[in-house]
């Protein structure tokens, strides 16, 4: 009998647990969730560093909402097997549009709800997240006069606080840092490879890196100390991209015969991110190393990489072949060619893990990804060593010759933002990193 009640006090439980992902949707109202200049009044600082944060802008972001109406939509309106990101991308790009069951929501120029992106309210509402892995929005809000916070219970005029550590848990960054597809592939595993790495097992969460203390005031009414920062700075914020990864490069040999090779080594080392770079959204995004040789007259030599013959190595040397020909379903192009697949100089090395839709053609679209190619990218502590070998031709110079090894990075593949007419910010080239060696040429 004992057992009976318990069983039956935890499905009461369990009954009145809020939904979470996919089942959230339109169980709630806007008039459930304050807008951000409410929280402004009293939070002035942290208001203006959200403002600038990619979490106030993951709904009018010009990439995000080209990909979701001209791509997204589109598709998933044409087959039943990916209908569901038409509302679940909103999930995580526009939660309350999406718990207000307004989706698709209106355009970020019409200025509705949506445009507030993830707003704080949102965040400060979420009590914990559903099921053993967090994904594809599990997050349980629940919103009220009650806010979840990382210190002690507070009260305002406004609002009361409870602490709640699920908010400074990885566990929290996880509901939307990693999806899975409607294949079952995990697409976004940012959180994922953090947790199989070194820092989750020395207790340091993604909070410490994207939302680092700094000594200030929280609200105007309460007393200075230790704040978390909310400028969540990532791969949009050059300052984190830059030095995100070392460089280091040396010959084998420091003089050779000029009718003889060289041969010179790239050590790349993760030692700052916490995750793998690039992580994300990662069929987007491209980092590729390109290396050149300049002789004693500055005549400038491009090296291609030396492959490495492992399984699917192809999609890691920038090669000159069409890609991402399943844009023309949402572009009713069934006989689409695709575009060029890397718009990179052929030969560099690309540190990329290729997604690949049900037909087997390498896609930028996470929905429609149902395989995945080798994870070439490097990992939290990681040290990847590239080697180039360059036979001198007939007109290059004796003596010194300069070896430049530059690490670039793009948020986006320059090919498809051509096609797609996305602006130039989002596919602006930063380099992460840089590094040069020389080497004699004798006769």
């Known amino acids: 009998m004992r057992t009976l009640m318990i069983l039956m006090i935890l499905a009461a439980a369990a009954a009145a647990q809020p939904p979470a992902g996919d089942a959230a949707l339109g169980t709630r109202s806007y008039d459930d969730y304050e807008k951000a200049e409410v929280c402004a009044a009293c939070h002035v600082d942290i208001y203006q560093q959200w403002t600038q944060s990619m979490m106030a802008q993951s709904y009018t972001h010009h990439w995000d909402e080209i990909e979701y109406f001209e791509l997204a939509v589109p598709h998933a309106e044409k ?197 793998k770079v690039p992580s994300g959204s990662v069929e987007d995004r491209i980092m590729w190393l390109h290396v050149t040789a300049t002789d004693s007259e500055g005549k400038q030599y491009h090296l291609p990489v030396d492959p490495k013959s492992f399984e699917g190595e192809e999609t890691t040397i920038a090669a000159d072949v069409l890609a991402y020909q399943d844009m023309g379903i949402a572009r009713g192009e069934p006989d689409f060619p695709g575009v060029q697949r890397d718009g990179v100089p052929v030969g560099d090395r690309i540190f990329r893990m290729a997604y690949f839709d049900p037909q087997g053609r390498m896609t930028i679209q996470q929905w429609n990804t149902a395989s995945l190619g080798p994870d070439y990218r490097i990992g939290p502590r990681e040290t990847k060593v590239e080697t180039f070998t360059w036979e001198p031709p007939a007109d290059a110079a004796p003596g010194p010759v300069t070896f430049s090894a530059v690490l670039n990075y793009k948020r986006l593949l320059q090919p498809v933002a051509d096609l797609l007419g996305v602006p130039a910010d989002e596919t602006e080239t930063v380099v992460i990193n840089f590094a040069s060696t020389t080497v004699e040429l004798y006769e």
């Open 79 to 275: 087959d039943a097997k990916v209908a569901g990101v038409k509302a679940g991308c909103n999930g995580c790009h526009a939660p309350i549009s999406f718990l207000a069951g307004d989706v698709p929501p209106p355009r970020p120029e019409e200025g509705s709800r949506a445009n507030e992106g993830v707003t704080c309210d949102l965040c400060h509402s979420i009590t914990g997240f559903e099921g053993d892995t967090p994904h594809n929005f599990n997050w349980i809000s629940e919103p009220g006069r009650v806010k979840q916070g990382p210190k002690p219970g507070l009260s305002s005029p406004h609002h009361d606080t409870v602490e709640n550590d699920f908010l400074k848990s990885a566990d929290f960054c996880g509901t939307c840092h990693n999806e899975m597809s409607p294949y079952g592939v995990w697409v976004k595993s940012t959180h994922l490879e953090w947790s199989e790495g070194p820092y989750a097992e020395q207790g340091v969460p993604c909070q410490d890196c994207h939302m680092p203390k700094a000594w200030g005031q929280n609200a105007t009414m309460s007393e200075p100390g230790m704040i978390a920062q909310h400028l969540f700075h990532g791969a949009h914020d050059e300052g984190k991209l830059r030095g995100a990864i070392e460089l280091r490069m040396h010959p084998v040999e420091r003089e050779v015969e000029i009718d003889g090779s060289v041969q010179v080594k790239v050590q790349l080392f993760n030692g700052k991110c916490g995750h």
